[in-house]
């Protein structure tokens, strides 16, 4: 069974750091692209960052360039994304997906991060 | 801003169908494939559609895709109850380099 268990959300406070961990199971994690997908609370889906399958290539969304920074550790089965210079608009939920793009697109249950003084 | 525009909701009573428009560009729908994922209250988005058309495993055969130009659809025929979701299309952007999300549309079951 596939599963992807993300942790680290919590309350931070505008300007401080975070960092999301996503633990894959049921699937040869190191032959996806893996991706972070947020919501912020009653809004739509976003598109954050994905990193390809040996963490050559990744692709940020212009708003979090320069203070996310997602990485993989294929040894672990796990995705990671750092994120600093924490901002207001940041809170949302944070999803790990295996492939968004792909037939074999799968989402975790999501992390809350909420940016708030 | 999402660059692929749905209608904010759509709705029918049991048994009807409804559909539900993803529209986009040359660099999104136009040149990359579109996956449509549904959304339960309070539950993550699930894939319902991927590569325009294609149905996973386990998704009913009352939901279908289709493309045309720069622009997606999904049909659900016999609208059920629990198909009472947000459904969002999305693309790969070769011209931002971002995969992109539609804005998402509410099916409510009358």
């Known amino acids: 069974e596939v599963q992807l268990v993300e942790s680290g959300g919590g309350l931070v406070q505008p300007g401080g750091s975070l960092r999301l961990s996503c633990i894959a199971s049921?699937?040869?994690?190191?032959?996806?692209?893996m991706s972070w997908v947020r919501q912020a609370p009653g809004k739509g889906l976003e598109w954050v960052t994905n990193?390809?399958?040996?963490?050559?290539?990744?692709y940020y969304v212009d708003s979090v360039k320069g203070r996310f920074t997602i990485s993989r550790d294929d040894a672990k089965n796990s995705l990671y994304l750092q994120m600093n210079s924490l901002r207001a608009e940041d809170t949302a939920v944070y999803y790990c997906?295996?492939?968004?793009?792909?037939?074999?697109?799968?989402w975790g249950q999501g992390t809350l991060v909420t940016v708030s003084p | 801003q999402s660059v692929l525009t749905q209608p904010p909701s759509a709705s029918g009573t049991p048994g009807q169908r409804v559909t539900i428009s993803c529209s986009g560009s040359?660099?999104?729908?136009?040149?990359?494939?579109v996956n449509w994922f549904q959304q339960l209250p309070g539950t993550a988005p699930k894939l319902l559609i991927y590569d325009y058309h294609q149905r996973p495993s386990g998704v009913p055969d009352r939901f279908s895709g289709s493309k045309s130009g720069t622009s997606a659809s999904l049909a659900i025929s016999g609208l059920q109850s629990e198909d009472e979701a947000d459904y969002y299309c999305?693309?790969?952007?070769?011209?931002?380099?971002?995969?992109?999300f539609g804005t998402g549309t509410k099916v409510t079951v009358l």
């Open positions: 049921g699937f040869t994690f190191r032959s996806y692209w």
């Open positions: 040359s660099s999104n729908i136009g040149s990359n494939t």
């Open positions: 999305a693309a790969w952007d070769g011209s931002l380099n971002n995969y992109v």
């Open positions: 997906v295996r492939g968004v793009g792909g037939a074999g697109a799968y």
């Open positions: 990193v390809n399958q040996d963490g050559g290539e990744r």
